[in-house]
């Protein structure tokens, strides 16, 4: 076996902070899963983040976890599980959990919860479930359930959960009020069969939702959520060659000068696509792939997350590979290993053009040394990432093959 050193591994992106680094390279420790890195301003001037532990991405040890930093990010303590399993416990899994602050200060958690039935993938069903803190933290409310409404897309027998995932953290985007797009995976029971049989094949769409009352400090169990674009108004991208089989997920979505939303989502057909609305959510234009302006060549993207991230009152950054999943020796199903390097893109808005954000050609942010980590033996660098601006800092939080959690300044000069 080759010997790895890990130091080296971790320095090998050039970070400028070190979030969280597992215990151990063969999962012993249950740590070598870590994604869906949400890094947010804590209600008390802190930086705090959650995200997405476990032994590995899909085991039953999935959980959330939560740490908090008082000097701007340059160290952590150690996270608390916070939701899910504590190992070595394993069952009743919490994934994916996205924070929201009220004005008064409460901090929700809300994530997807496993009941011991699947429908599409082992961690994409589940119920929307959710806790608080009203002490920066320290103590959490009991989990409680977040009623979600029925779809046309989801499995008919209704003690099924829904497959949903939030990607982003969200935003004060509609009307002050948090908002965020998120993937729903159609259930395997009224979905188009797919034409071959690899997860990047299995039918998707993009909805949106907005917290109506969060600062109301309700109860986790009286929050209210509307949902838009949802069932038949749902965005939906062709699988190539298959255009009745949506191929769409991992919406990212930020405000336009004009105060309409524009969001770039990830999809199977080699590029990604965007859509934009103009009244705060509730419709959005059919999507359309993603150029650098209304008249260049498309964009290339594999089936890997890229984010755009509001870094200006007219400028945006986008991070993605720069190649449509032929990478060295890999192709578009080799998921854990093309998703790398990361390019980044400066966006600009264009008041009049068809696509509202034109962008820069790609320059190259970083990428690690192609040595597989963890338990799963990941080499992707995907952005399961988040953006903090903070006393004029841009920092970039991202997790490095899933196992490193990482931090990065963007500064004016990289542009």
């Known amino acids: 076996m080759q010997a790895v050193d890990i130091e080296k591994e971790l320095r090998s992106t050039n970070p400028d902070f070190v979030v969280y680094k597992p215990g151990s390279l063969d999962g012993s420790t249950f740590d070598t899963g870590n994604e869906h890195f949400i890094v947010f301003d804590g209600p008390d001037g802190s930086l705090m983040t959650v995200w997405t532990q476990s032994t590995a991405e899909g085991q039953p040890d999935q959980r959330i976890v939560f ?11 150690l996270p608390r599980i916070i939701a899910g399993p504590v190992p070595p416990a394993k069952g009743g899994l919490a994934s994916w959990g996205f924070p929201l602050v009220s004005k008064k200060g409460r901090i929700y958690v809300i994530y997807s919860k496993h ?36 779809s046309i897309y989801d499995n008919p027998d209704p003690s099924m959960p829904s497959n949903w995932i939030v990607w982003q953290k969200p935003q004060r985007l509609s009307g002050g009020k948090y908002f965020s797009g998120f993937t729903r995976w159609v259930s395997f029971a009224v979905h188009h069969k797919p034409p071959i049989d690899h997860w990047s094949a299995q039918e998707s769409v993009v909805e949106f939702l907005r917290f109506e009352n969060i600062d109301d400090d309700p109860a986790v169990s009286g929050i209210k959520i509307s949902y838009f674009a949802g069932n038949e108004n749902a965005l939906r991208v062709g699988y190539p060659g298959h255009p009745e089989l949506s191929v769409v997920q991992e919406p990212s979505v930020v405000e336009l000068p004009d105060k309409r939303l524009f969001t770039v989502m990830r999809t199977s057909a080699g590029n990604p696509y965007w859509s934009v609305s103009a009244d705060s959510g509730q419709t959005w234009s059919k999507p359309e792939a993603l150029g650098y302006t209304d008249t260049s060549q498309k964009i290339p993207q594999p089936l890997s997350p890229c984010p755009v991230y509001k870094i200006g009152d007219q400028r945006y950054m986008f991070l993605f590979h720069n190649h449509d999943g032929h ?23 264009r008041k009049n053009a068809r696509q509202p954000v034109w ?36 920092v970039l939080w991202y997790p490095e093959r899933k196992f490193f959690l990482l931090g990065k300044i963007i500064t004016d000069e990289f542009f």
Do not use: N
């Not at 890999?330 to 390019?343: N, T």
């Open 67 to 77: 740490a908090r930093s008082e000097d701007e990010g340059k160290t952590w303590p």
């Open 359 to 394: 962008f820069s050609e790609p320059k190259l942010l970083m990428d690690h040394t192609g040595l597989p980590l963890g338990a799963a033996q990941r080499c992707d660098l995907a952005m399961y990432a988040s953006v903090t601006i903070r006393k004029g800092k841009t």
């Open 115 to 150: 009941i011991g039935k699947f429908d599409t993938f082992f961690h994409t069903t589940g119920l929307m479930e959710g806790i608080y803190s009203d002490d920066a933290g320290r103590s959490w409310s009991k989990p409680e359930t977040i009623a979600m409404p029925r």
């Open 327 to 349: 990478f060295r020796r890999w192709g578009p199903l080799d998921s854990l290993f093309h998703r790398r390097p990361i390019y980044l893109a400066l966006g600009e808005f």
